[in-house]
């Protein structure tokens, strides 16, 4: 039998040795603590769910225990939810929220649920120079401001005062490019003061996000010689509550 040199007997023992070692390594499942210049895709249901060391979680994003698909933001320190895209809750459709520590689920800044586009949260305030006191039967405006439209209705608190034998009548108008539309029903008061509170939504004013017009209340005297009086409690952008005011 032919000699083998002992130094190829070296390199096979050592070439068997380099094949144990990576079949061992295949059946080993890798730290997977790092990836580098790569995608990382969680499909078919799938959820990343990070909890802080008392079981809170912390951040979560995928499946939803209800089967719906966003992700969930909530603070370590047990204060609840900070940020929400989706989420849990069915009515919340994929709005975005926020919310204060300990608020949960009464967000402070959202977009509409019901009407796409929209700011939903905060309300915004709009103002309106105070008028004058009206005494004569034609229409007087009382208040006038400007809009730019963030939210999807409107919400206004208005009121009017007619002094003891005498007749007034008030109404809340929009101006777009000079045309005047009036919004829901006058009121009226008889030697008394009668407030409005009324919410008018996208089907009513006609306004998209965006667009800008002119708040104006008007009041006119119908009878006696009092001096009447309007009076704007509030004007405010909100969110809708349903699908109905949306549409």
Not at 18 to 30: F, K, Y
Not at 42 to 53: F, K, M
Not at 99 to 117: C, E, H, K, Q, T
Request: aromatic share 6%; net charge neutral; charged share 20%.
């Amino acid at each position: 039998m032919a000699a083998v040199p002992l130094d190829l007997l070296d390199r096979i023992r050592a070439l068997e040795r380099q094949v144990r070692e990576l079949a061992g390594r295949a059946q080993t499942r890798p730290a997977l603590t790092r990836i580098n210049h790569g995608a990382v895709t969680i499909g078919e249901g799938g959820s990343l769910d990070v909890r802080a060391p008392g079981g809170a979680q912390i951040l979560g994003v995928g499946a939803f225990s209800t089967g719906r698909y966003g992700v969930s933001m909530a603070r370590e320190d047990g204060t609840g939810v900070a940020l929400e895209v989706g989420g849990n809750d069915s009515t919340a459709s994929q709005m975005f929220r926020a919310f204060a520590r300990g608020s949960w689920p009464d967000p402070i800044v959202m977009d509409d649920g019901y009407a796409d586009g929209y700011l939903g949260r905060p309300w915004v305030p709009i103002p309106l120079a105070p008028g004058a006191a009206v005494t004569v039967s034609d229409w007087t405006t009382t208040h006038a401001g400007s809009i730019w439209t963030q939210h999807a209705v409107l919400a206004a608190q208005w009121s009017l005062y007619a002094p003891a034998g005498t007749t007034a009548e008030a109404r809340l108008m929009l101006n777009r490019g000079g045309t005047l539309v009036q919004l829901g029903d006058a009121i009226t008061a008889k030697g008394k003061e009668v407030f409005a509170s009324q919410r008018f939504t996208p089907g009513v004013h006609g306004l998209s996000r965006g667009d800008t017009a002119g708040l104006i209340i008007q009041a006119r005297r119908t009878v006696g010689t009092g001096a009447a009086v309007a009076w704007c409690q509030g004007m405010w952008g909100a969110n809708t509550t349903s699908r109905e005011e949306a549409d």
